[in-house]
T-cell receptor
Framework: AQTVTQSQPEMSVQEAETVTLSCTYD???????LFWYKQPPSRQMILVIR??????QNATENRFSVNFQKAAKSFSLKISDSQLGDAAMYFCASHNGGQNFVFGPGTRLSVLP | DTEVTQTPKHLVMGMTNKKSLKCEQHMGHRAMYWYKQKAKKPPELMFVYSYEKLSINESVPSRFSPECPNSSLLNLHLHALQPEDSALYLCASSQDPRGGASTGELFFGEGSRLTVL
């Protein structure tokens, strides 16, 4: 069974600073995907970044990047130059190619002006 | 078109009412999902339809009845709900890996906020 853990229920960051959100996962599959989703108060879940497990290179999307440590089963999200609009719930999720997406409990990120 | 559209955005119903939530996507995705989300919690999977057939039912009470009329539409019929069923109901879709190349991600709608009185 897949599990996803986010050990930080809440985080805060000063505007323009950098913050890292932690995620660890467990899976017995050799091929899987990892995701970070953002859910602002407007409530729609939006994909932030995606990582295929077979790719060694860490994914990046503009100010968002991940540190994927496959052996340690760790998948942290780094947000650089934080903006007020980054304030949201962030969910880490894994997907093994079937139809079961497993979400972590979420981290609430506040951005301080 | 990369949207998943859900209606209504808000719904208030009594415990004896019958109502339906609707979801539509035109991305050619063959897997569609219903999730229930309580405040400050992750989405909880309810149902999955794959190629218009129910493939996963996560032991959801029968007062929730899903329906997939075609590959673009997904409904959730509600009847005799309880106040604890009040939640945000999210619809999502994904390319089914069995159909070939897949990005593996879920595309979510904005959700339907349900309040049961």
């Amino acid at each position: 069974a897949q599990t996803v853990t986010q050990s930080q229920p809440e985080m805060s960051v000063q505007e323009a600073e950098t913050v890292t959100l932690s995620c660890t996962y467990d899976t017995s599959e050799s091929d899987y995907y990892l995701f970070w989703y953002k859910q602002p108060p407007s409530r729609q879940m939006i994909l932030v970044i995606r990582q295929e497990a077979y790719k060694q290179q860490n994914a990046t999307e503009n100010r968002f990047s991940v540190n994927f440590q496959k052996a340690a089963k760790s998948f942290s999200l780094k947000i650089s130059d934080s903006q007020l609009g980054d304030a949201a719930m962030y969910f880490c999720a894994s997907h093994n190619g079937g139809q079961n997406f497993v979400f972590g409990p979420g981290t609430r990120l506040s951005v301080l002006p | 078109d990369t949207e998943v559209t859900q209606t209504p955005k808000h719904l208030v119903m009594g415990m004896t009412n019958k109502k339906s939530l609707k979801c539509e996507q035109h991305m050619g995705h063959r897997a569609m999902y219903w999730y229930k989300q309580k405040a400050k919690k992750p989405p909880e999977l309810m149902f999955v339809y794959s190629y218009e057939k129910l493939s996963i039912n996560e032991s959801v009470p029968s007062r929730f009845s899903p329906e997939c009329p075609n590959s673009s539409l997904l409904n959730l019929h509600l009847h005799a709900l309880q106040p604890e069923d009040s939640a945000l109901y999210l619809c999502a879709s994904s390319q089914d890996p069995r159909g070939g190349a897949s990005t593996g991600e879920l595309f979510f709608g904005e959700g339907s906020r349900l309040t049961v009185l």
